[in-house]
């Protein structure tokens, strides 16, 4: 066999060498993170980066060896691949902001899969954390591709929605009192069926209190997806001042408030049934919580 007959047969061997070592490689990484990854963002990135720069060092070794072959040198060759690098580099500032935003985020755990949370002006629940792109799953279902260098301030909710409470004060009456009272949980009943999409707990009515001027009143508490408060106010608040109304014609709209406020836990409800995607993004958040608290 001839010199240039062996050079085209390791130049072909070295190609298919790197091309299989890829392939090899990036399923080996599939298979180590597998479906029961889901929650561990931050070694799906870093095995993600990894694997990457694994790709790139292995073809350009290979360009390389070929090019030396071929005789070209491999100063000329190192020379040519420094100036596009750095030409590259200069055009590419956005993906490098993207990358390092993308580490720092996971490397901190500032977010993670299945939390719940407020970035770059969008809410969601956190379906992908990777090297360029966080993904979203919005109120609508639909995927919210956010670059990491744009994602500024993070704001995470650690259960999974704000709490909202409407405070409704009862007729001085005791018999309209407790007809206000059971108004009120039919209306909140009502509200869920209407608005459940965006309230992953029911709501719950308490028993009725006492204020500080003899009246008493009935706190409804409310789990919302963040942002969506506005439903309280334009549309529960009214009907509840209706329904209130109705047993007493003299009942003001100042006597229903509505604020936000947190609570130290949510053992009084059950969460409403879910989407299978859903459910396993909000499981594999809370879990992640849990560890965070056992191991601060």
């Known amino acids: 066999m001839s010199t240039e007959m062996q050079r085209i047969l390791l130049i072909v061997v070295v190609a298919a060498g790197a091309h299989v070592s890829v392939l090899a490689m990036r399923s080996i990484a599939a298979r180590l993170l597998g479906p029961r990854a889901v929650a561990r963002a931050k070694v799906q990135t870093i095995v993600g980066f990894v694997v990457s720069t694994a790709v790139f060092v292995i073809y350009f070794a290979a360009l ?26 200069f055009g590419s500032q956005g993906v490098i902001q993207d990358v390092i935003s993308g580490l720092t985020m996971v490397l901190t755990d500032v977010i993670d899969i299945g939390d719940m949370v407020e970035v770059g002006g969008q809410v969601g629940i956190v379906e992908h954390v990777g090297i360029r792109f966080t993904v979203l799953i919005s109120v609508t279902g639909s995927r919210v591709y956010l670059p990491n260098r744009s994602l500024g301030t993070v704001i995470n909710y650690p259960d999974g929605f704000v709490r909202a409470f409407l405070d409704a004060r009862l007729p001085r009456d005791t018999r309209a009192g407790e007809e206000a009272h059971l108004a009120l949980i039919a209306v909140a009943r009502a509200v869920h069926q209407q608005f459940g999409a965006i309230m992953p707990l029911a709501p719950t009515v308490l028993e009725p209190r006492q204020a500080g001027d003899g009246y008493s009143f009935v706190r409804v508490k409310f789990r919302l997806w963040p942002g969506q408060g506005a439903i309280l106010d334009s549309c529960v608040k009214p009907a509840v001042v209706s329904v209130l109304r109705a047993l007493d014609p003299e009942y003001a709209d100042w006597m229903v408030v509505v604020h936000y406020r947190a609570e130290p836990s949510e053992a009084d409800s059950e969460p409403l049934p879910q989407p299978a995607p859903v459910r396993l993004r909000m499981a594999a958040g809370k879990a992640r919580r849990d560890r965070r608290m056992r191991n601060p």
């Open 64 to 89: 390389g060896f070929t090019l030396r072959e071929l005789g070209v040198s491999l100063t000329a060759y190192f020379a040519g691949a420094s100036i596009i690098g750095l030409a590259v580099s």
